[in-house]
């Protein structure tokens, strides 16, 4: 029985949904509360995620990040599609026989980025733990990442008016909103008036920082 348990605890999985909802995977242990990034230690691997904003095109993003990794020796590149979603793989192998395998995946504003440097053993595991990663139909939801891309137009304005303190002119944002800034005090908040499908004076930032796309619904920060 013993022997039983510890065989279900050595393959546990711990389901992990990404902090926009649009990405899951599951990781071999438990995953820390932090919606932009973590690290996981498991069988002498390390496993990690990173959910980073990206307001530019999948192909654009894919085309740097491909130039920065071919400075790697040795690198193998791999095309991937995950559902909706396109992505790359990046395995490269070190001198002592240490694998670093990079998945990353482009979609809806955001890029998610998955990887696991391992000793070479327990492949099944590693290979287990990419072939989990999945993707919601609304990954490639253009209104959606409309929103995205006007969060970090907004989250810029909220950063310069606390650091400079004038209100910067700014273009308007992707779906032909205007930007409004409504002011009290040291308090203050910035909504975009374009056509988001959302309620009206959404979405919203104020002096925090924190972004609403509508009453009590934040909308997620993969940057912090």
């Not at 990404?18 to 995977?25: K, R």
């Not at 932009?36 to 192909?59: D, I």
């Amino acid at each position: 029985m013993l022997a039983f348990l510890l065989a279900l605890l050595l393959c546990a999985a711990f389901p992990y949904t990404s902090a926009d909802g649009l990405c899951q995977a599951e990781f071999p242990a438990a995953v820390p509360d932090r919606p932009g990034g973590f690290l996981v230690f498991h069988n002498g691997n390390l496993y990690s995620f990173a959910l980073k904003a990206w307001n530019q095109s999948p192909e654009r993003y894919f085309e740097s990040s491909r130039l920065f990794r071919s400075l790697e020796k040795g690198v193998q590149e791999r095309r991937l599609q995950v559902g909706p979603v396109a992505g790359l793989e990046f395995h490269t192998v070190s001198p002592e026989g240490r694998h670093n395998v990079v998945q990353e995946f482009a979609a809806n504003g955001f890029v998610y980025e998955f990887s696991v440097y391992y000793s070479g053993e327990q492949p099944e595991e590693v290979a287990g733990f990419f072939r989990s990663i999945r993707f919601s139909s609304a990954a490639k939801d253009g209104a959606r990442t409309r929103l995205i891309q006007c969060s970090v137009l907004l989250d810029g304005l909220a950063s310069e008016l606390i650091d400079h303190h004038p209100f910067p002119s700014q273009p308007r944002c992707p779906a032909g909103g205007a930007y409004i800034l409504e002011q009290n005090g040291l308090e203050f908040s910035i909504h975009c008036d374009g056509d988001h499908g959302l309620p009206p004076g959404y979405p919203r930032i104020d002096q925090t920082r924190q972004i609403f796309e509508g009453p009590g619904r934040p909308l997620p920060r993969p940057d912090l």
